[in-house]
């Protein structure tokens, strides 16, 4: 039999421990590139006024058609179901549908090479720069 008594009073002030709201370094600098990539993207667009070739205008036209429940693909060249899960939800702010195209085009690219950056990082500055952390790492991943 289990005996159980309730808190004492000095107890019953404390506040229980809530679970931190901020974010964990991780995540905030993800967000923070986000951000920036995404303010750099629309920066490029808007100075260099760029427009798509022609597959991309097709892939604008096949999401705004698959919106209205009108598809047709016999207009453009290929169907390319990537472009399209952008493009059918972009169809939804009308005109706007190419500006935000062509930022997720530009912002995309720009990811790509900061991706490629933190690889090339990896490959050959982490390690001579944090020798004892890299080979725990290279430890830790061998035995996985």
Request: charged share 15%; aromatic share 12%; net charge positive.
């Amino acid at each position: 039999m289990t005996v159980t008594s309730s808190p004492s009073p000095a107890e019953a002030r404390e506040q229980p421990e809530r679970p931190s709201s901020r974010l964990s370094p991780a995540v905030r600098s993800v967000l923070i590139w986000g951000v920036v990539v995404l303010a750099v993207s629309t920066g490029i667009v808007l100075w260099a006024r760029t427009r798509p070739g022609f597959d991309p205008y097709g892939w604008l036209v096949w999401g705004h058609q698959a919106l209205h429940g009108a598809l047709n693909t016999n207009a453009a060249p290929s169907w390319k179901p990537l472009p399209f899960l952008f493009t059918l939800p972009y169809a939804i702010f009308g005109r706007y549908e190419l500006w935000l195209w062509m930022i997720t085009c530009v912002a995309v690219s720009l990811g790509g090479s900061i991706a490629a950056g933190r690889i090339a990082y990896r490959i050959t500055i982490w390690p001579v720069t944090e020798p004892a952390k890299a080979r725990r790492h290279a430890v830790r991943n061998d035995d996985g």
